[in-house]
């Protein structure tokens, strides 16, 4: 089975600062990662997906992830964060096994909030 | 394109009634749809997973007579949470499956929030 542990509850950050997301993934198979957020009162937003190839992906809103098989850490960054970047990031992973669906197992959730 | 809708947004009901909450895709259709629960400042719980012409997939502790789930379409699934109590008051979110390239991916709905007086 597959678990997602996000470190930090909630982050706290400076607008125009940059910030990181941590975000570990355990697994004893190859997974395919996500982060996505969620404004109050609102679904999920993909923010971005790494499914295989560069270990560097870039998502939405200016947001960057790095997949690192060897620490199994796919942490969310961003270098210059907005107000309306206050919200609720999730990670989350899946298994890769083509032409089923596929249940996705998320972190905790880490609330980011930008402050003036 | 990939849009998910839920109706109601909010609902309000008394303790022993039944509430139905509506999933659509609007511009795909969905074999399989999933429908979570969500605490506050909590993450998402998979419910379900709704599977279109068959029966629902039930996690483990997720009552099956108690969540009612229809996936009666390719673009609708329904879940009734029958004789609600305050307990049941929560986030409902459901996502639709389909595929983009090499994998199948979870477009969510906007949620709708339950609560039982």
């Known amino acids: 089975a597959q678990s997602v542990t996000q470190l930090d509850s909630q982050v706290p950050v400076f607008e125009e600062a940059p910030v990181e997301l941590r975000c570990n993934y355990s697994?004893?198979?190859?997974?395919?990662l996500f982060w996505y957020v969620q404004y109050p009162n609102q679904g999920l937003q993909l923010l971005l997906k790494y499914l295989s190839g560069s270990t560097l992906v870039k998502g939405i809103n200016g947001f960057e992830a790095e997949f690192n098989k060897s620490q199994t850490s796919f942490h969310l960054r961003k270098p210059s964060v907005h107000i309306s970047d206050t919200a609720e990031y999730f990670c989350?992973?899946?298994?890769?096994?083509?032409?089923?669906?596929?249940?996705?197992?998320f972190g905790s959730g880490t609330q980011l909030t930008v402050l003036p | 394109g990939a849009v998910v809708s839920q109706h109601p947004s909010w609902v309000i009901c008394k303790s022993g009634t039944s509430v139905k909450i509506e999933c659509r895709s609007l511009?795909?259709?969905?074999?399989?749809m999933f429908w979570y629960r969500q605490f506050p400042k909590q993450s998402l719980m998979l419910m379900a997973t709704?599977?279109?012409?068959?029966?629902?997939?039930?996690e483990q502790g997720v009552e099956k007579d108690k969540f009612l789930i229809n996936h009666a379409s390719l673009t609708l699934s329904t879940l009734t949470v029958t004789s609600a109590h305050p307990e049941d008051s929560s986030f409902y979110i459901c996502s639709a499956l389909t595929r983009r390239g090499i994998y199948n991916e979870q477009f969510f709905g906007p949620g709708t929030r339950l609560t039982v007086l």
């Open positions: 989350a992973v899946t298994l890769p096994l083509p032409g089923s669906a596929r249940q996705l197992t």
């Open positions: 697994s004893s198979v190859s997974v395919y």
């Open positions: 511009d795909f259709q969905a074999t399989t």
């Open positions: 709704s599977n279109e012409g068959s029966k629902a997939t039930y």
